[in-house]
């Protein structure tokens, strides 16, 4: 049981310091130190199944003793799995979000094309060009009212901040 429960505990550590090696571990290579370190764990599982069956088979006064041992190293290992599942989902996650990110950077929101799909909406229905380029031309005033509006608000918002303040 001795010799079991010391190739755990070592077995532990290994698992320990390959976890360090995960965060490090470049893209390519962090599902095969994952797999790795999986594997490990079931494997230190395996050992804690034995060596609870040896627990049982010790002397009553040592049993308490060792099932002591056996349970810490049961946590342990469980903190590992624990781990290693919460880096799995944080890694998940962060590629999901790079994901979404490239998508949207791939896509193009131009104003130009929506403009010009209107334009030929509007031709399709029948209104003349003077109409289209009223509409056009009250678009580019109304993008100065709206600017104008904002700069005022602002200034009013300054103002009454100074002289309230």
């Given at each position: 049981m001795e010799t079991l429960y010391h190739q755990t505990n070592k077995q532990i550590h290994e698992v320990q310091t390959h976890m360090g090696r995960l965060e490090k571990a470049d893209a390519q290579s962090v599902h095969l130190v994952e797999n790795e370190i999986q594997a490990r764990i079931d494997q230190i599982f395996s050992s804690l199944e034995r060596l609870e069956i040896l627990?049982?088979?010790?002397?009553?006064n040592r049993r308490q003793n060792a099932k002591l041992r056996v349970d810490q190293l049961k946590y342990d290992c469980q903190h590992l799995q624990t781990a290693l599942k919460n880096f799995q989902h944080y890694r998940y996650s962060h590629e999901q979000l790079d994901r979404e990110r490239e998508e949207l950077l791939q896509r193009t929101f131009t104003t130009n094309g929506a403009q010009k799909k209107i334009l030929d909406v509007a031709n399709m229905l029948g209104m003349s060009n003077t109409v289209m380029r009223l509409i056009e031309k009250r678009a580019f005033q109304d993008k100065f009212i709206m600017i104008g509006g904002m700069v005022v608000t602002c200034i009013i918002?300054?103002?009454?901040?100074?002289?309230?303040?």
């Amino acid at each position: 049981m001795e010799t079991l429960y010391h190739q755990t505990n070592k077995q532990i550590h290994e698992v320990q310091t390959h976890m360090g090696r995960l965060e490090k571990a470049d893209a390519q290579s962090v599902h095969l130190v994952e797999n790795e370190i999986q594997a490990r764990i079931d494997q230190i599982f395996s050992s804690l199944e034995r060596l609870e069956i040896l627990t049982s088979k010790e002397p009553p006064n040592r049993r308490q003793n060792a099932k002591l041992r056996v349970d810490q190293l049961k946590y342990d290992c469980q903190h590992l799995q624990t781990a290693l599942k919460n880096f799995q989902h944080y890694r998940y996650s962060h590629e999901q979000l790079d994901r979404e990110r490239e998508e949207l950077l791939q896509r193009t929101f131009t104003t130009n094309g929506a403009q010009k799909k209107i334009l030929d909406v509007a031709n399709m229905l029948g209104m003349s060009n003077t109409v289209m380029r009223l509409i056009e031309k009250r678009a580019f005033q109304d993008k100065f009212i709206m600017i104008g509006g904002m700069v005022v608000t602002c200034i009013i918002m300054v103002l009454a901040f100074k002289y309230l303040t």
